[in-house]
């Protein structure tokens, strides 16, 4: 006879380590953000987690199929922190610019778990509640199914690649970001004018501007862009 399947939920630890912690996968999610967090990507092992959770490593798979599950619950993680709290307000520009902003900012939170994840398509319960949640506000506002998924398409790979720009500056050691941040103003702003005449003229602007994410910037010029297009259909 065919082995029986065990529930997943039978598979999970419930008895406590033995520091009396009981396992979860919000418990391992977290763990592994701040080892990520504390020690890069490198430092995230199923050896150093177990260590970390005072559990056998074995046990991590009665949660997660793999490593490499367990990154992708990372990733929906973040999502679904960029998500608590949020509703939309039936402004569907207000509703995308805060989603938007919210994603973003709950990566660069935390950069180096960002670096691992923002390329990543989970298909998990957060992912799908957010990918659900930009679909109905485009929807709704009046744009034919095409133009929805064109919108949608450059709105969510827009803010996970600046993501993914953001989060790898900021996972840098603090002296190689302090040294690339202080090359608007030791460099560019030296450059002459008889050679770089117009890096020259924006160098004090470039100074100010290039150390902060464009995120913001780019965000509305889609947001532009749709609503004219939007504009353009409703004649």
Do not use: C
């Not at 900012?105 to 691992?116: E, I, K, R, S, T």
């Not at 957010?130 to 398409?153: I, M, Q, W």
């Not at 160098?203 to 150390?211: G, N, Q």
């Amino acid at each position: 006879m065919p082995k029986a399947v065990v529930p997943e939920e039978k598979r999970r630890r419930r008895r406590p380590t033995r520091s009396g912690t009981v396992l979860s996968e919000a418990l391992i999610v977290e763990t592994a953000l701040r080892m990520l967090r504390e020690h890069g990507s490198a430092g995230l092992t199923a050896r150093r987690l177990g260590l970390a959770l005072d559990a056998d490593p074995s046990t991590l798979y009665r949660y997660f199929r793999g490593m490499d599950d367990l990154i992708l619950a990372i990733g929906d993680a973040l999502i679904g922190q960029a998500l608590d709290g949020w509703q939309p307000t039936g402004e569907w520009r207000a509703d995308l610019r805060a989603v938007g902003l919210r994603i973003h900012a709950a990566y660069v939170a935390h950069p180096q778990a960002a670096v691992l994840t923002t390329s990543r398509v989970t298909g998990r319960a957060n992912e799908l509640a957010a990918d659900e949640a930009v679909l109905d506000v485009l929807r709704t506002a009046g744009f034919p199914l095409p133009d929805t998924v064109r919108v949608y398409h450059a709105f969510i790979d827009q803010t996970l690649a600046f993501a993914a720009l953001d989060a790898a500056s900021l996972a840098l050691p603090s002296a190689a970001l302090r040294a690339d941040e202080g090359m608007w103003r030791s460099t560019y702003a030296r450059l002459p004018r008889t050679t770089h005449p117009r890096i020259a003229e924006a160098a004090p602007l470039l100074a100010a501007r290039m150390v902060d994410s464009a995120y913001p910037t780019a965000l509305e010029m889609l947001l532009d862009s749709a609503e004219a297009q939007l504009r353009a259909l409703n004649g």
